[in-house]
Nanobody, 130 residues
Framework: QVHLVESGGGSVQAGGSLRLSCAASGYTTSSNCVGWLRQVPGNEREGVAAIYATGGTTYYADSVKGRFTISQDSAKNTVYLLMNTLKLEDTAMYYC???????????????????????WGQGTQVTVSS
């Protein structure tokens, strides 16, 4: 059974940094696609970043390119999202999500970041203030 647990969210001032962690069990993060998505109440869930470590592939939304970095640690079976230069508009609930195989099949039509995941964590809140 796939189980994903996010941590690392919190409150930070604009311009600051946070690192989110997604610890997986019952699933190997290095050889499958893992992503981070975020959602603001009233809006649809948005793909932020994703990684397929075995294939050396990463995906980023245009809004976070150059500021966010997704990485994977095989020893800890954990995927991280390092968020730098945070902006007010980054405030959201952040979810870790996973599925088997490469990320390409999870990119839905008209989008650039995988969002069609099967397995989801419970979410961690990120709040950026001025």
């Amino acid at each position: 059974q796939v189980h994903l647990v996010e941590s690392g969210g919190g409150s930070v001032q604009a311009g600051g940094s946070l690192r989110l962690s997604c610890a997986a069990s019952g699933y190997t993060t290095s050889s499958n696609c893992v992503g981070w998505l975020r959602q603001v109440p009233g809006n649809e869930r948005e793909g932020v970043a994703a990684i397929y470590a075995t294939g050396g592939t990463t995906y980023y939304a245009d809004s976070v390119k150059g500021r966010f970095t997704i990485s994977q640690d095989s020893a800890k079976n954990t995927v991280y999202l390092l968020m730098n230069t945070l902006k007010l508009e980054d405030t959201a609930m952040y979810y870790c999500a996973a599925d088997y195989g490469p990320c390409g099949d999870l990119v839905l039509a008209g989008t650039a970041v995988p969002t069609g995941f099967t397995y989801w964590g419970q979410g961690t809140q990120v709040t950026v203030s001025s």
